[in-house]
């Protein structure tokens, strides 16, 4: 085909090849496996994909759900005592929630160095899945998995650890910058601090691990100092900049306010909540503040989820219009508990149609449990069941079919 087919009529038909049979075609010959794997190819099928699935609406989710073998739940369709689940599954953003595949996930990590008994998503970015050891106990394995051509890379071990800083909370958050094609895996950790073994005070630093370069940076104080909350609350990765929920010391009062790190220059800023989640004007109960992507991928969308200690409770959600923009925020919905057992949803990301998918909460015997998988049409208010089979966790974020991985030799089969 060489022969007679001009260089740029082979590129252009290799562009519009799937995954599968690309990778395929890298075992054709020497000169395809080497354009198929060069960087420029790789971004340039990315960018393909992308704009077929917006011109066609056949945009994907990853849906991670988890159920430890230690937990047994009661019901009908619950799950097994003593046996773990873990499944990883792609899923058509469409109306019916259509199944793409099943993902078959092979951990280099041996069971003994294991933290946890399953990883967690930390995010996804152009194909990419990040994957943190840190569920439940604190966790030093991270990866960084490509599930279209099935490779994975492991990354090395953070330098801020227990045996480095004693006791701490870790939040982890995934991101591609731009300005240099590289991916970082960024840890914020929150541990105390003092002299003479007396630590009293509270002080958060940052590591950032680069694709590109293979290494975890030397660890540096965060600038400006906020205290984070929400442990395994989601990062969310919009305008070139990941976002965490955060407090801070403002006009002699503390503040909720949303930290975001800008992975090109690497440096934090702080952006505004909505007016009325800035202070605590709900102290008197459990406040939790959830962060995610606006359905167009453009901005922030947050979710306020409270009980009082009273039994009132209710979640929010809103969305800020232009991003950056304290005036944009706006509240799209409040939701009550509804149904029998009165359960309010947890909100855990935006469809490209608007909707919410939502985890309604469900007792059995006392036990609280998650089970039913929903979204919510926010026009209708109506939801649509799209599985009820019961686990402990849940994760669902978009997903982009790439190439990304194929080109660096560590990147191992999995």
Not at 115 to 144: K, M, Q, T
Not at 253 to 269: K, M, P, W
Not at 305 to 316: A, E, G, V
Request: net charge neutral; hydrophobic share 35%; glycine share 8%.
């Amino acid at each position: 085909m060489s022969d007679y087919l001009p260089q740029e009529v082979i590129t252009n038909i290799l562009l519009r090849l799937p995954i599968k049979s690309l990778v395929i075609c890298t075992s054709v010959c020497k000169s395809w496996m080497s354009m198929i794997k060069d960087s420029s190819f790789i971004g340039a099928h990315l960018s393909r994909t992308i704009d077929f699935n917006n011109h066609h609406g056949t945009h994907l989710l990853l849906l991670h759900r988890f159920s430890s073998k230690n937990c047994g739940i009661r019901g009908r369709n619950s799950s097994v005592p003593g046996v773990k689940e873990d499944v990883y599954s792609l899923h058509y953003d469409n109306s019916g929630f259509d199944d793409c595949c099943e993902i078959g996930f092979q951990s280099p990590i041996a069971d003994g160095d294991m933290y946890n008994e399953s990883f967690r998503v930390v995010g996804i970015c152009n194909g990419l899945v990040c994957l943190a050891d840190d569920l439940n106990h604190y966790g030093y394995n991270f990866l960084i998995w490509n599930p279209s051509i099935r490779k994975l890379v492991t990354l090395p071990k953070p330098g801020l650890r227990f045996d480095t800083v004693g006791g701490y909370d870790a939040y982890h958050g995934f991101a591609f910058d731009a300005m240099t094609n590289d991916y970082k895996v960024v840890r914020l950790v929150q541990y105390e601090y003092g002299c003479n073994n007396e630590k009293n005070e509270y002080q958060t630093s940052v590591e950032v691990y680069s694709l590109a370069a293979g290494t975890w940076s030397n660890p540096r104080l965060v600038d400006p100092q906020f205290m984070l909350f929400g442990l395994q609350s989601p990062q969310a990765f919009v305008n070139g900049a990941l976002h965490w929920v955060a407090r801070g010391f403002r006009s002699s009062l503390f503040c909720n306010i949303i930290l975001a790190f800008d992975v090109g220059s690497e440096l934090f800023r702080e952006i505004m909540m909505p007016k009325s989640l800035d202070r605590d004007s709900l102290r008197a109960g459990n406040l939790k503040l959830r962060l995610s992507v606006s359905g167009d991928g453009k901005s922030l969308a947050m979710s306020m989820r409270y009980k009082s200690y009273t039994n009132t409770s209710f979640l929010d959600v809103w969305v800020m219009k232009e991003y950056c923009l304290e005036e944009s925020w706006t509240k799209l919905i409040t939701l009550h508990p509804q149904g029998p057992q009165r359960s309010l949803p947890s909100a855990l990301c935006f469809r490209k149609s608007g909707e919410i998918v939502m985890v309604h909460d469900h007792r059995y015997g006392g036990e609280e449990v998650k089970n039913e998988l929903v979204s919510l049409d926010l026009v209708s208010r109506q939801f649509k069941n799209l599985g009820s089979r019961r686990y402990q966790h849940y994760t669902i974020d978009p997903y982009e079919e790439s190439l990304v991985l194929l080109d660096r030799n560590e990147a191992v089969s999995c």
